[in-house]
C-alpha cells in the first residue's frame, strides 16, 4: 500500500494568515503551523502541529495519509496522559487506548489521532495528583474532580472540532467509547458518520476507574466482567489534601 501524504505546502499556506471566528463559546481558533515526517514502531505518519488564541497550548494532529477532503475518516481523539502515556501508568487506560488507536490507524490507507493538551480530563497535571490521592482514600474518579472544585471532566471539544475542519476532513468516523465526543463535535459542526468502539482490557488498578466512566460518565462499555476495586470501611473518611479550599472542605463533610 503506496503512503500517501497531505498537500503540506497548500496547508501551511492557506494558514499562514488564517483568523477566524473559531469553535465553540469561547470562539477558540487554530492554525496549522507545521507538517513533518513521523515514522513509528506502529507506522508512517505525518505529525501537524496546531496553535491557537486561547491559551497558547500546541495541539497535533497524527496523521496517516491524504485526508483532506475525505469521507468517514477513522479519528481517535485522545487528551494528554503524562502519568499514563510517557510513565506507564496502571491507574488509567490511556496509554493502551494511545497505541490501540495508532497501531489500527497505521494499519489503515487512511486515518487521524488528535493528541490534545488536556491533562486530566482537563484540570491539569498537579491537579490530577490531587485527585489521584483522593482516590487513594476511597473517592471515584468523578467524586475526586467534584471534591476539588471541578466538573466531572473539563473538557472541550471545540480546539479538535476546529483542527479536524483545518485538514478539510469532510466526515469522520469517531474511535470512541464516550458519547459526549460524539456530542460535542457534532454540535461543533463536525459530521460523524458512525463510532468505532475503543474497548481495551482493563487490567486490576483501572477496573474500578472504568466502571466509574460507565456508570458515572455514561461511557459505552460492557460491565459484566469488571469486578471493581475493593473500598476498605476506613477508606469512607472524608480525605484532605493539600491545596484544597475551607470551602471544599466544609463540602466533604455535608
Known amino acids: 500500500m503506496a503512503f500517501t501524504q497531505l498537500p503540506v505546502k497548500d496547508l501551511l499556506l492557506e494558514n499562514e494568515t488564517h483568523c477566524c471566528d473559531g469553535c465553540g463559546p469561547e470562539g477558540v481558533c487554530?492554525?496549522?503551523?507545521?507538517?513533518?515526517?513521523?515514522?513509528?514502531?506502529?507506522?508512517?505518519?505525518?505529525?501537524?502541529?496546531f496553535e491557537n488564541n486561547k491559551d497558547g497550548k500546541d495541539h497535533i494532529a497524527i496523521v496517516?495519509?491524504?485526508?483532506?477532503?475525505?469521507?468517514?475518516?477513522?479519528?481517535?481523539?485522545?487528551?494528554?496522559c503524562l502519568t499514563g502515556d510517557a510513565l506507564g501508568s496502571l491507574r488509567c487506560d490511556c496509554r493502551d487506548q494511545l497505541e490501540a488507536a495508532l497501531k489500527a490507524i497505521g494499519a489503515m490507507e487512511r486515518?487521524?489521532?488528535?493528541?490534545?493538551?488536556?491533562?486530566?480530563?482537563?484540570?491539569?497535571?498537579?491537579?490530577?495528583?490531587?485527585?489521584?490521592?483522593?482516590?487513594?482514600y476511597g473517592m471515584d474518579t468523578v467524586e475526586a474532580n467534584l471534591a476539588l472544585g471541578f466538573r466531572d471532566d473539563e473538557r472541550d471539544y471545540a480546539v479538535a472540532a476546529h483542527m479536524l475542519m483545518s485538514l478539510?476532513?469532510?466526515?469522520?468516523?469517531l474511535m470512541t467509547n464516550n458519547p459526549r465526543k460524539l456530542n460535542d463535535l457534532q454540535r461543533y459542526g463536525i459530521r460523524v458518520s458512525g463510532?468505532?468502539?475503543?474497548i481495551l482490557p482493563p487490567n486490576p488498578h483501572n477496573e474500578f476507574y472504568l466502571r466509574t466512566k460507565a456508570e458515572k460518565s455514561g461511557h459505552m462499555i460492557d460491565l459484566k466482567d469488571f469486578k471493581g476495586k475493593i473500598h476498605l470501611p476506613e477508606q469512607f473518611d472524608r480525605p484532605v489534601v493539600k491545596g484544597?479550599?475551607?470551602?471544599?472542605?466544609?463540602?466533604?463533610y455535608e
Request: no cysteine.
Open 244 to 252: 484544597m479550599t475551607e470551602e471544599q472542605v466544609k463540602a466533604l
Open 168 to 173: 478539510k476532513v469532510v466526515s469522520i468516523k
Open 195 to 198: 463510532r468505532l468502539p475503543h
Open 30 to 49: 487554530v492554525k496549522i503551523v507545521s507538517i513533518a515526517e513521523l515514522p513509528t514502531r506502529f507506522g508512517d505518519f505525518q505529525i501537524v502541529a
Open 111 to 136: 486515518g487521524i489521532v488528535l493528541y490534545l493538551r488536556q491533562e486530566g480530563r482537563g484540570i491539569g497535571l498537579a491537579n490530577k495528583i490531587r485527585a489521584y490521592a483522593l482516590q487513594d
Open 64 to 80: 496517516r495519509g491524504d485526508v483532506t477532503d475525505g469521507e468517514d475518516i477513522p479519528v481517535r481523539l485522545h487528551s494528554e
